[in-house]
Antibody
Framework: QLQLQESGPGLVKPSETLSLTCTVS??????????WGWIRQPPGKGLEWIGS???????YYTPSLKSRVTISVDTSNNQFSLKLSSVTAADTAVYYC??????????????????????WGQGTLVTVSS | EIVLTQSPGTLSLSPGERATLSCRASEPVSSSYLAWYQQKPGQAPRLLIYGASTRATGIPDRFSGSGSGTDFILTIRRLDPEDFAVYHC?????????FGQGTKVEIK
């Protein structure tokens, strides 16, 4: 069954860039109709969608983080990655990667994501501290 | 963005009892693109329900989802000890996809 695994540094200094990678196994990241996403959860708080990407490189970001986020895809290694710049303590969270449930075609025929999430990676805690 | 408000914040029940969790949206969620997740301490969320009422693969039939528009319900028919956890709702009708703040179901 499809599995996702996050990897990256667990400690990042304030003002630096957080970088994480999600490796997909037992399935291809290049499959049609599925986008891939990043979600985070600060300690003791709720879930926040960060952004999603298609294997073609098409990306969608949540507006509140859009100026600091870059999500990219590496189909040759079956991975997608998250970069979050200029981090502060407020970015301390468990970061999850997950697959979006489905996609749809808009009126112009462009494929768009429809992101409920399943399955999820186990998550990785990233602490922002000097 | 669509704001989801879950109630109650905490539900204290005994095993075998029925749990009813509410998720209210700030505007209608089109085509019932509403999901429910279960999260246990130290674990990732697990998809329970999608499309407001469809159980995900492997989810026991004691879990059921209902609702449309702005009001959605997750019902756990008879609480099993393994069901005590936090439950999150999420809308995926309109980007940005948003989550509720969660309802904790604890043992009374």
């Amino acid at each position: 069954q499809l599995q996702l695994q996050e990897s990256g540094p667990g400690l990042v200094k304030p003002s630096e860039t957080l970088s994480l990678t999600c490796t997909v196994s037992s399935g291809s990241i290049s499959i049609s109709n599925y986008y891939w996403g990043w979600i985070r959860q600060p300690p003791g708080k709720g879930l926040e969608w960060i952004g999603s990407i298609y294997y073609s490189g098409d990306t969608y970001y949540t507006p509140s983080l859009k100026s600091r986020v870059t999500i990219s895809v590496d189909t040759s290694n079956n991975q997608f990655s998250l970069k979050l710049s200029s981090v502060t303590a407020a970015d301390t969270a468990v970061y999850y990667c997950a697959r979006c449930l489905r996609s749809y075609y808009d009126s112009s025929g462009s494929e768009k994501p429809r992101c409920g999430f399943d399955p999820w990676g186990q998550g990785t805690l990233v602490t922002v501290s000097s | 963005e669509i704001v989801l408000t879950q109630s109650p914040g905490t539900l204290s029940l005994s095993p075998g009892e029925r749990a009813t969790l509410s998720c209210r949206a700030s505007e209608p969620v089109s085509s019932s693109y509403l999901a429910w997740y279960q999260q246990k301490p130290g674990q990732a969320p697990r998809l329970l329900i999608y499309g407001a009422s469809t159980r995900a693969t492997g989810i026991p039939d004691r879990f059921s989802g209902s609702g449309s528009g702005t009001d959605f319900i997750l019902t756990i028919r008879r609480l099993d000890p393994e069901d005590f956890a936090v439950y999150h709702c999420q809308q995926y009708a309109t980007s940005p996809w948003t989550f509720g703040q969660g309802t904790k179901v604890e043992i009374k």
